[in-house]
């Protein structure tokens, strides 16, 4: 039976590079070197005005067949996971499909999940391979919540930042992807949100949890975040571990969604995990939501801090509220 694999990752990010030192001339009352301490965020890089979601997913993508991982005639199923499509339709993956030259009959699905959504994504590439459905799986994440923040906005300005990640999904001979859980829990809607552009009418939207300080459309309960994060994913990790008779002795890296360092560290804590077990690597592009995991994995593999047989938890959680959480051996 094939398994899936987790294969080369391209990244791109857009060309404009948004520091805390131009937050801070052109917001002087705004405390960058306390907001750069909680967020471990630096910089962030941001889509331009014309430029979206599936701009950067082609360029990702274009930069992978570049590499030579992959002929772009051998891919058979596009996945794209995007909170940010280019229309309400059509599909914005049969739009990339196009753009990108792959076959007519490749298949092409997007998802809308976010911050767990290349967990997720990994768990359909899985079944797609094992079922024998699809064989070489394009997998895309690609993001551009700038679109939803205003520029007045301290709390989401400064955290917040554009990508895509195109991560190849192969088959192996064993398996490197297992012990896969979710979790979901719609009730937190309202602690992440953009509450306009949809079918349902305003009057009958969800409200967000709290009062709206800026304007942005995007808007975040960040504290209520972080207590679910803290409660639900030690828990998460506890079940993917019982459940594959393994113990915390037996994980090399807990990659987790990069959201901010304030979030992550207390999970270190509660953890009661090292540093280098418990990476945080974000200061450079911010919270890039589905793209974080691929970008982690491409940075740690870039510096040779993955090898080879290590088994590692990939973990993803946030809007939804949605959480997912499997083991993952490098090839």
């Not at 079944?127 to 895309?140: F, P, T, V």
């Not at 594959?244 to 002795?249: E, I, K």
């Not at 939501?289 to 870039?302: G, H, Y």
Request: overall charge negative; glycine content about 8%; some cysteine.
């Amino acid at each position: 039976m094939p398994y899936a694999q987790i294969g080369k990752i391209a990244v791109h990010l857009p060309e404009r590079v948004e520091t805390n030192a131009m937050l801070a001339e052109e917001y002087p009352r705004w405390d960058l070197p306390l907001i750069e301490e909680k967020t471990g965020i630096r910089q962030r890089h941001i889509a331009a005005p014309d430029e979206t979601a599936s701009d950067l997913a082609v360029a990702a993508a274009e930069k992978l067949f570049d590499s030579g991982a992959i002929d772009r005639n051998d891919v058979d199923f596009l996945l794209l996971c995007t909170q940010t499509p280019d229309y309400p339709l059509p599909t914005t993956s049969c739009l990339i499909q196009d753009r990108l030259g792959l076959p007519t009959r490749c298949g092409a699905i997007d998802f809308n999940l976010g911050c767990s959504g290349f967990v997720y994504g990994l768990a359909v590439a899985d079944g797609l391979i094992q079922s024998r459905a699809a064989k070489n799986i394009l997998l895309l994440t690609a993001e551009t919540y700038s679109k939803y923040i205003d520029q007045d906005d301290r709390s989401l300005r400064t955290i917040f930042g554009d990508a895509a990640a195109a991560t190849l999904i192969t088959p192996g001979e064993t398996p490197s992807l297992w012990g896969f859980q979710f979790g979901s829990d719609g009730s937190g809607g309202d602690m992440l949100m953009v509450g306009d552009g949809g079918a349902r009418p305003a009057s009958d939207a969800i409200k967000p949890r709290h009062r709206k300080r800026w304007k942005s459309r995007l808007y975040m309960d960040g504290p209520s975040l972080i207590n679910f994060t803290v409660d639900a994913i030690p828990r998460l990790i506890d079940e993917i571990l019982e459940e594959n008779g393994l113990s915390d002795a037996g994980i090399d890296k807990y990659l987790m969604h990069q959201a901010t360092w304030k979030m992550l560290d207390q999970l270190r804590s509660r953890m009661n995990v090292s540093d280098d077990r418990l990476p945080i690597d974000m200061v450079d592009v911010g919270n890039t939501v589905s793209c974080t995991l691929p970008i982690l994995i491409d940075q740690l593999r870039s510096k040779g801090e993955l090898k080879s047989g290590q088994t590692n938890m990939l973990v993803g959680f946030g809007v939804g509220l949605s959480w997912a959480g499997c083991l993952w051996k490098e090839a």
